[in-house]
């Protein structure tokens, strides 16, 4: 008998959730370490570890079929494999079928690779095409060299799946497979009564599984790919639920702690004012209102502050720790990366310390002599304001009487990140008070630039308060925007050469709607030589997600301070940099982002005085959903009005590129696309029928922390 049939035996009918996942062939403690880096330690966490999309291998497309932008597996006859050596080096393979041929593209090769595909050789690719400079091309495709015998296409459509380093799509489909097979003989508890459930999604759970990982080869692939298939919906509609669980009972347990009441200190307050070059807008004034009001009280303010890009959340969160130092208190502001905490330093330098205020400054890349200093003067409240990264949080950093926790662009960080950063906040917040009273946490404010629909805010924030600031700043110079087609490309790259002659500087956004940032980066770097060799006298930098953040921050300070003038960079940048100097914008396949991205991204120019451009570079052809995202983008200089519309036109016929990289981070919902589901999330939580322990079962089944429930 097998190990795999002896242990299915032994373990008999237990749940899958009680079954770790060292169960399964081949996988040792090794694995099994990488699989919990993806939150995977038992079959159930395996089988609810979803698809992302899926690709279509199961039938060959004649080369003459290929459009671009489609996604395909070919084959044909190598007829002759070149390395050319043009703009750039590559090795160019002509492939032909009995329909046409096409360039297969390599920019990175190796001999050995360029040996295998010699002219003769039958092969079959996975790729995507698009057009290049002799027709249509497909750049690093996946090859196999093709045999005597037939080798047979795939009879499912091929689920991609989220990964992490070490572990391959190969090795988790084949890993996945295994959990499918467990689901025949074990279960996979049911945790939704199905009365609860209306009956289009009274589907069980194990065939939805099974249909998600391994979808018919007629399945409606559209239709997947928007999510709207029953299986995807029945799991969607958990999945919000078990969110919406969390956070209610987040909310439950904080009003059960207390907060140091922060009395509003007038004359500071005077003093600061005076001292602004502007006054503040009436939005600000309205929301600064909310929020000190909120700090007046003794329960910890959860507030969510959400304001367009350049809406002055800066001022706002400026005067609310101005309210907590005024009355005896520290304030902690933390920013996602190192160079947005360093303009929060200077700004909040620049407003308070002439009001007396120390400053001190916490970030990860500091030496050790100047940190032990910084770490002092946070002890013994000698700072009344500290300002810094994520290493605002770690251990050693101790707090002398922290009252409010202010955090910016909070869509950066998931709903999971939020909770330990509010456990955090509580080891170190103010403690002094007797023993046996309630526990004490500072109060805080989350700001964001992502504008998120009203009901959309309540179901994703449940656990907290909302306020909009709705107003820019007086004398804005609108953002030109124009959409044009990368068959323009040279027309662009020369309207950069001419930005940067005008002694401006540019960013150019490379996209690529792949979980792997590897890929991510290697597209950007093709482009950042391409555009270094062919224009003249412009400085060209690269960032990206894979580089090490000494390094990124290296490359923004540097561009911050004009001694680079064209920034290539994957989507990183999407978040607060400020840097007024920089007026165009370029962004490479904008249909593949949604639209509340792209808004951010275009927030980086537009912030001096002078007119900034952004071109959306597209690719054709272009969807009339792709289109009318463009066209909305193109009219609209309010987030939130993109946001309205980017949920009218999430309708179902974008096939792809419409993956949400929005504020969280779901399996399988999409918190704008199944925002149709809400109401009826809304509905199953208040309903008594769903017991406790279910509830609990939920929370830990999709959001893998601790369930926060008592076991009672
Ligand atoms: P964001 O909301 O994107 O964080 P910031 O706080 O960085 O925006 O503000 C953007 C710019 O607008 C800053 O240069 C800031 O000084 C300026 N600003 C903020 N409030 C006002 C105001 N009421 N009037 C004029 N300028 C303002
Ligand atoms: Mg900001």
Redesign the pocket.
Known sequence: MSQRQDQSQRQGQKPLAEIPVTALKGVGAKLAETLAKLHISSLQDLLFHLPARYQDRTRVVPLAGLRPGMDAVIEGEVRAADVVLGRRRSLAVRLQDSSGSVTLRFFHFTAAQKNRLAPGTRIRCYGEARRGSAGIELYHPETEILGEEISPTADTLTPVYPLTEGLGQGRLRALIGQGLDWLAGNNVTELLPAELLPRSLQIPLAGALMYLHQPPADADLPQMAEGQHPSQQRLALEELLAHHLSLLELRRSTSRVSAPALTPNAALERDFLARLP????NA?KRVGKEIADDLTRSVPMMRLLQ?????????VAARAALQAIGAGYQCAVMAPTEILAEQHRINFCGWLEPLGITVAWLTGSMKVSERRAQLAAIATGDAQLVVGTHALFQDGVEFHRLALVIIDEQHRFGVRQRLQLREKGAASGENDSVEGAARTQPHQLI?T?TPIPRTLAMSAFADLDCSV?DEL??GRQPINTVAISSERRYEVMERVQNAVREGRQAYWVCTLIEESETLQAQAAESTAEELADTLDGVRVALVHGRMKPDAKELVMKAFKAGDVDLLVATTVIEV?V?VPNASLMIIENPERLGLAQLHQLR?RVG?GSIASHCVLMYTTPLSANGRARLQALRSHADGFAIAEEDLRLRGPGEILGTRQTGEIQHRIADLQRDAHLLPLVQKIAADPRLDHRARAALVRRWLHNKPRFAEA
């Open positions: 502007f006054a503040p807008t600000q304001g367009d890009v350049g809406s002055g959340k800066t001022l700001m630039a600031i700043p007086p607060g400020d927030g912030r």
